[in-house]
């Protein structure tokens, strides 16, 4: 069974309480259980993590990173900023998709770059929690390659 990694940064822990209207109102650990049960019906392994802390974010990729499949990141506001992290993943040479609830181009100017576009296959932006189910499926899709 391949594990894939699911990283959610600064106050996505608040998923269904913080700014409904931007990030809907489903609670994070909702999330987590049903991309658990697709990895898992998939013959996968989900493992998440949330973290408001850079460094423990880090500390984490580079623990799993290594034995897993993907990674699903979620970085928050982190994703804009954080070349320490962007640096992780690039380290451990992990397949990454990034992924963002609401259309950061649509939103204040500062969040449409990320530094961590560069080490991801891929970005996923504004599908609000589809975004999440549709990285694990082309990470599941893909595992062979």
Known sequence: MSKILLINGPNLNLLGQ?????????????IEKGLAQAASAAGHQLLAFQSNHEGAIID??????PSALGLIVNAGAYSHYS??????????????????ISNVY?????????????VCVGQISGLGIDGYHAALKWLIDHARD
């Open 60 to 65: 984490f990729i580079h623990k799993e990173a």
């Open 83 to 100: 070349y320490a992290i962007r640096d992780a993943i690039a380290a451990v040479g992990i397949r990454a998709i990034e992924v963002h």
């Open 18 to 30: 913080r700014e409904p209207a931007i990030y809907g109102k489903t609670p994070l650990p909702e």
């Open 106 to 118: 649509a939103r204040e100017e500062f969040r449409h770059k990320s530094v961590l576009a560069p």
